[in-house]
């Protein structure tokens, strides 16, 4: 669910209302971006002192001190001021061991502090969501999770045979790799992190290994999951998405701009495989959880309830335009084949003053300056470059990008960070925010809300178990 939309409130809520209602839930933090949350929001002040009661659990204190230093704030920051950047992600390959060093303790810090939020107070599941695009901070972003006690790592956009043996090899704290793809090539990078040598204190700690559940969107790459020739550790089982699932999809099979039956898992097949099984994709109702369990899977995956209730992360006002927009019939979700630089496509909902209006889209400046979605590639003197669709035209073709790649491109990483409402700021104005949700948008109008059109994660979790 974008950039801190499933943040650590709801993922908590989630599994609180679980533990109330008697049902097995899993509340699940998007761990997209948390590197960028967790500097803004301590700049922004630290409402409610949630980030440094969690630094301050932080098992490795001079990592956590030297983060406070760098970003926090008495006080929220004036609207007018520039946020203080994180590190780009490209510091993980700088010749300067400083700047890789500070990538990897800003990482495991902030998706530490995520889960570790989410966890508090309770002995509900919790489990963390990342996109197999963002190669480069694997290592970092598994590693912290682990070390807050996550009990399920969830991955999907793209193909995460990695992520299992990374797993495996944490859970004896000892040193995982990672094969970086290149743009354009059949090259692999292959990143190394070694907990002993980066710290005494948090490589000495005892870390469980959660469960590893794959996101698929087809049969065959459930199968290469399984084949222990590619996949080096354990998949303990699959998110089974369909195509009108909110967020990245996986591209259709045979038609470049069109999804047809053919874009959906066979059941049966998966079922054969012997592991347990969540379907996602519209099924965001009691009725479709009843036929879920009908079709043999553990359970479902709801996302678009739940990214307008209370407790999310999403802007309040953005929220509450959405719900009147739903309540309205006047709520457009359209798949952006070119909007995403990860190359997948993406649910886009079309909402005024944000970059799904071509006003909007073409008045902002490109830059790229959160840097979390950049490709590396072989520049012609053979060093390591990175590029993205969605910084400026001219910097992206004098890296060797195609311009037609570059067309309709959005820079979706200032758009999500400003959905969740810490948008960048500078001479032109505030960040304008993209916000994605599923097709399923009708479900929001069956959860029991308030006057003003406002609900809880309880109640949507209610409803889907028609209590």
């Known amino acids: 669910m974008g950039v801190g939309v499933s943040n650590w409130e709801l993922a908590r809520a989630v599994a609180l209302a679980g533990l109330d209602l008697h049902v097995p839930v899993l509340g699940v933090v998007s761990g997209t971006g948390v590197e960028v949350l967790l500097v803004r929001r301590l700049q922004d002040g630290d409402p409610g002192g949630h980030m440094r009661r969690a630094l301050a659990a932080f098992p490795a204190p001079e990592i956590a001190e030297s983060i406070l230093g760098k970003y926090y704030g008495n006080v929220k920051k004036p609207e007018s001021a520039r946020y203080k950047n994180a590190p780009p992600l490209n510091d993980l390959l700088s010749s300067i061991p400083e700047r890789v060093r500070a990538m990897y303790e800003l990482s495991i810090a902030a998706n530490y502090v995520e889960v570790w939020l989410a966890r508090e107070g309770h002995d509900g599941p919790i489990g963390i969501n ?114 009108t699932a909110g967020g990245h999809n996986a591209p259709p099979r045979h038609n470049k701009k069109e999804y047809n039956e053919e874009d959906f898992v066979d059941l049966d097949q998966i079922r054969k495989l012997g592991l347990p099984f969540w379907l996602a994709g519209s099924y965001g109702s009691p009725e479709k959880l009843a036929f879920a369990l009908e079709c043999g899977a553990t359970g479902i995956q709801v996302g678009t309830p739940f990214a307008l209730c209370d407790e999310s992360g999403m802007r309040p006002d953005l929220k509450s335009k959405l719900r009147q927009m739903i309540d309205e019939g006047t709520l457009i979700i359209g798949t952006s084949f070119t909007a995403s630089p990860t190359g997948f496509p993406i649910k886009i909902a079309e909402v005024e003053e944000t970059l799904s209006k071509q ?37 992206f073709v004098q890296k060797g990008g195609d311009p037609d790649e570059a067309k309709g491109s959005m820079c979706i990483c200032n758009g999500l960070a400003s959905t969740a409402g810490y948008p960048q700021h500078d001479k032109l104005g505030l960040e304008p925010p993209v916000i994605t949700l599923g097709d399923d948008v009708g479900s929001v109008l069956r959860v029991p809300r308030r006057p003003d059109g406002s609900y809880t994660a309880r109640d949507a979790l209610a409803y889907l178990l028609g209590k």
């Open 130 to 243: 990342h996109l197999e695009k963002i190669q480069l901070l694997h290592l970092a972003r598994l590693y912290g999770a682990m070390l807050a006690g996550v009990d399920y790592v969830l991955e999907g956009a793209g193909i995460p045979d990695q992520v299992p043996g990374v797993l495996d090899k944490y859970a004896n704290q000892e040193p995982a790799q990672y094969k970086i793809d290149f743009t354009g090539s059949r090259e692999k990078l292959e990143m190394r992190f070694d907990p002993s040598t980066f710290s005494h204190e948090l490589s000495t700690l005892k870390l469980m290994r959660p469960q590893f559940l794959a996101i698929i969107a087809s049969n065959l790459l459930a199968k290469v999951l399984l084949d222990s020739r590619r996949v080096s550790g354990r998949v303990d089982g699959f998110v089974v998405e369909g195509p």
């Open 359 to 395: 006003e909007i889209y073409e008045g902002r400046r490109r830059r790229c300056n959160i840097v979390h979605l950049v490709k590396p590639y072989r520049t012609l003197s053979g060093k390591i470059g990175f590029r993205c669709p969605a910084e400026p035209v001219k910097a």
